[in-house]
C-alpha cells in the first residue's frame, strides 16, 4: 500500500502488512504504542535536514502551553501565597504608588495597584509626580488620571498629581532627588503610609529619564529616612521579554521557581516577625484584573493610539509585576 504520510515527518501507523496464505492481518502501533525514542530520533533527523517549519510549530506550542499552564497556576492556584506575595504586602494597610506621569499607573503597575483592591481594610494612594504636560496637555491628563484612579478604586483623595516647576515632564530632564525625597517623605506622612512603597527601578521599565529619576528619589529618602516603609520597585527588562506578553511569565518565574514548587507541594507559612520571603513578589492578575486595568487605561483618552491597543496585549507590565524590595 502507498504511504500516506504524516506532517512534520511523523510516522505513518495507518498501514496493514498482509502475509500470503493467511488471513491473519498484521497491524502497525498505533502512536501510543511507538517508542518515544524513535519518535524523538527521526524529530531531530528532520531537524537535521532544515525542516524548521516542525521545529518552530513544537516549540510554539510548548511556550504557549508552558505560558498558559503558568498564567493559571499563579494567577488563581497561588495567588494568595505569601512565597509569591510576601507578608510584608499582603499585611499593609496604607500602600503608596510613586509614578512619573499619568497612566504610568495602568501601563506599567496595574497587577501591583489593583492588589488587594477588595479588601476594605487596605487604602491604596496614588502620587503622580508631573502632570505629563510635554506636549501640552497637562490640564487634559490630569483630568484623566481622576477618571482612571476612580476605575482602579482609589479615592480622588488620593489620587494626586503634582505640577512643579522642578518637576516638569522632559525625556532630556534628570529630577532632582532631594525634590522627590521631600515629596514623597510629606505624603507617607500625610497619609500614614505604612507598609510599603511601590515605583520604578533604576531602569525605569521604559528607560524614560523621568522615571529613573523618581527611583534615585524615592531610594534617596528610603535611604535618609530610618523609619520610612519598605520599598518595592518594579523589575525592568530588555525590550523582547517587555513585549513577550504571557510568553515572559515562564522566564519571570526562574527566580520563583524553588518558592513555587513549595508552594505547589506544602501549606503556606504562617506569618513571623521576619518575612523571610519580603525580598521579592510576583503579583499576577487574573482576567478580571486584567480588563479592570484595560478600563481605566482607556479613562487616558490623550494616549490612546493603535500601538497602545496592541500594548496592553502584548506588554508583560499588563497582565504580571515582578517586584524586589530596594529599602
Known sequence: MPQTGLPCGGPDYTQLGYHLGTTSVQTIPSPSMANPSRLFRRLLRRVRRH???CLIAYSALILLSASIFLYLLLAY???GDPRLVPHTIQQARNVLLVTAHPDDETLFFSPTI???RDNPDVTRSLLVLSTGD?????DIRKAEIERSCAALGISSARCVVLE?????DNPEKWWRQDVIQDIVAHYVHMWKVDLK??????GGVSGHINHRAVSAGVRKYAEDFPHAPPVYALQSTFILRKYSSLVDLILTSVPFAWRIGAAVLTAAPAPTGHDIYGNRALLVSPWQT???ARTAFSQHDSQYSWDRVLYLVVSRYMWFNN????A
Open 114 to 116: 489593583l492588589h488587594g
Open 77 to 79: 492556584y497561588l495567588a
Open 197 to 202: 512603597i511601590f515605583t520604578f527601578d533604576n
Open 134 to 138: 510635554y506636549h501640552g496637555q497637562g
Open 164 to 168: 512643579h516647576g522642578a518637576l516638569q
Open 323 to 326: 517586584l524586589y524590595r530596594i
Open 290 to 292: 486584567y480588563l479592570t
Open 51 to 53: 525542516d524548521w517549519r
